[in-house]
RNA sequence: GCGCCCCUAGCUCAACGGUGGAGCACCGGAUCCUUAAUCCGGAGGUUGGGUGGUUCGAGUCCCCCGGGGCGCACCA
């Protein structure tokens, strides 16, 4: 059975990754075998890294401050110079220098700083110095292991760069890679300070089932799972907007959700599967109220996110200091096109006038969609600097309230900036009858086989029987205004764990 | 869905169709103020997978499969 020339598992033959986790394996068990925990259960921190660089910034060169910190971070670089090493430790909040003298290290640490490998967290304990070249040091008397990383850290200089590791192992990208971090800071800051915005105006932040039997509230083709217990079909959410309304109904004169939203469609660098949204109702207020809280929302976040209101997009660089024009839509397109576009317009015009612009017209289009592809395919696309846009056809806009003067047009706006769209709101719609007449018109056109048609939600219609008040309603897209504000252009870089086929079983 | 491109050591990258290399990381040694430390030595590879094809010879050209990226279409 033995074949001599079959390598065993022990040899060099070994696969290289093995042999590298195998090594710090064996440090691992050496400092065991020393009576040393590799794994304790905890270590009490009295400092951050970016806290001693603050405190102690512009001291000269070789200074003792007496300070006594302990700090806990992951090892990210070693500089061994026989009797005395050098370490940097980076935590959450930064990086600092460790200086470690065996003169002055036990003989615990010692061996710690022996086994220590890059990407190990350790515990520093020491006084706050300054070394001979004037860079703000910890002098460490003890090290304490705090977990050994067996894996080998990404280049510490190239850090990762294949996307698709990155994407998959969203850890080893952020301990890797600097940008990845500001990013993902840059996103918590910013629906943090969306957040704290909301509670400011006293919305009620609320939650609303992300499982339904019929997805409403947007355009778009669900997910669908099934619920065992019941024995039904459901569908994941495309939108919290009947819910968040019915919450209004309810009494919830003010409610917001930071909702994750499901669309079983394209993936590219602009659209993600899975996308998250805030959505907030304010009970008594229009299409004003809406714009007023869009604008302020967008603002917080930008303020509290990256501390500024100009943002890089490609060569342009863009203004987000409000207060930001507030145009109507038809005077828009009536000076870009130079003639005036109506939803009561004659449709063959009007499908002549996209036509002449480059805006392929479908069969299927009504005037108010014709009208609208016009905005979305040639105005859009030109608006770089923040305008909200007011006013749009009703065909286009089954959930708002048409506009009192004019049947065919809706009291609904859209945030757009560097020609993308990254809100909307409108009045909503709180005529029972007439929302009911909308949904019979496009769950007609589902029945005859638009798979995007927004169904007929009869609960919701029964809700509007109850009453509800005039409502101005918005709808922030969150992921692309952290493409904006971290100035990336892949909405996969702004979400922790995009959606990726699985990994090779292998 | 369609088109184009990418996949080489743990990481970052080289290699005209002609013996697969370097830097970092790793291992051994030297080093008491370094900071992408340095110096000496060493080890590390099924080139994404294919007992598919062309060729005297394939990391390289062609085909199939897998994964990813970008563009177009749908969408926010």
Redesign the pocket.
């Known amino acids: 059975m033995t074949n001599e020339t079959d390598p065993s598992p022990d040899e060099?033959?070994?696969?290289?990754?093995?042999?590298?986790i195998g090594?710090?394996r064996k440090?691992r068990e050496e400092l065991a075998a020393r009576g040393i925990d590799p794994y304790p259960s905890r270590y009490d921190r009295t400092a951050l890294a970016d806290d001693l660089h603050v405190r102690h910034a512009g001291l000269e060169?070789?200074t003792r401050t007496g300070e006594q910190v302990k700090l806990a971070g992951r090892v990210t670089?070693?500089?061994?110079?026989?009797?005395?090493?050098?370490a940097?430790l980076t935590d959450s909040s930064g990086s600092i220098?460790l200086?470690l003298?065996?003169?002055t290290l036990g003989d615990e640490a010692a061996a710690v700083l022996d086994a220590v490998?890059?990407g190990d967290w350790v515990g520093a304990a020491g006084e706050v110095?300054?070394?001979?070249?004037?860079?703000l040091?910890v002098?460490v008397t003890v090290l304490t292991l705090l977990s050994k990383a067996l894996?080998?850290?990404?280049?510490?200089?190239?850090?990762?760069?294949?996307?698709?590791?990155?994407?998959?192992q969203r850890e080893v990208d952020l301990l890797?890679n600097p940008d990845s971090r500001r990013v993902f800071d840059i996103r918590f800051k910013a629906i943090a300070a969306m957040r704290r915005h909301m509670e400011s105006e006293h919305f009620v932040e609320v939650e609303t089932p992300i499982l339904q039997p019929q997805a409403g509230g947007?355009?778009?083709?669900p997910f669908l799972t099934h619920a065992n217990a019941l024995d039904i079909e459901l569908s994941l959410r495309i939108a919290p907007e009947l819910y968040l309304k019915r919450l209004v109904v309810g009494g919830y004169e003010r409610v917001f959700e930071i909702a994750r939203?499901f669309?079983n469609?394209?993936?590219?660098?602009?659209?993600?599967?899975?996308?998250t949204?805030l959505e907030a109702y304010r009970a008594f207020g229009d299409l004003t109220e809406g714009m007023d809280l869009t604008e302020a929302l967008v603002v917080a976040a930008a303020r509290e996110s990256i501390g500024r209101f100009t943002v890089a997009f490609g060569d342009e660089e863009i203004d987000l200091t409000p207060p930001w024009p507030r145009l109507q839509l038809l005077d828009l397109l009536e000076e870009r096109l130079g003639l005036r576009v109506h939803p009561t317009d004659d449709i063959g015009h009007l499908r002549e006038v996209c036509a002449r612009h480059g805006v392929?017209p479908?069969p299927e289009w009504g005037p108010g969609k014709l009208v609208f592809e016009l905005y979305?395919q040639v105005l859009l696309p030109e608006l770089l600097s923040p305008v909200l846009v007011c006013g749009f056809p009703v065909e286009v806009s089954p959930l708002a309230r048409h506009t009192a003067d004019d049947p065919t047009m809706a009291d609904r706006f859209e945030l757009c900036i560097v020609g993308?769209?990254?809100a909307?709101g409108y009045s909503e719609l709180n005529i029972p009858e007439e929302q009911a007449e909308r949904f019979e018109v496009s769950a007609a056109a589902k029945a005859r086989g638009d798979v995007?048609a927004h169904p007929a939600d009869q609960a919701f219609v029964r809700s509007l029987q109850y009453g509800l008040p005039p409502t101005a309603g918005i709808g922030i897209?969150i992921?692309?205004l952290i493409m904006l504000l971290a100035e990336v252009?892949?909405?996969?870089?702004v979400i922790l764990f995009?959606m990726?086929?699985?990994?090779?079983a292998d």
């Open positions: 060099a033959t070994a696969p290289t990754l093995d042999a590298l090594e710090r440090k060169p070789d670089a070693v500089r061994r110079h026989g009797k005395l090493s050098f940097t220098q200086l003298q065996s003169s490998d890059l110095i300054t070394s001979r070249r004037g860079e040091s002098d894996r080998p850290l990404p280049d510490k200089w190239h850090g990762l760069t294949e996307t698709d590791t990155r994407y998959r890797a947007a355009i778009a083709r939203n669309r469609e394209g993936v590219s660098t602009r659209h993600s599967p899975e996308f949204a392929t479908l979305d993308r769209e990254f909307n995007e897209g992921d692309r252009d892949a909405i996969r870089d995009p990726l086929r699985p990994e090779a």
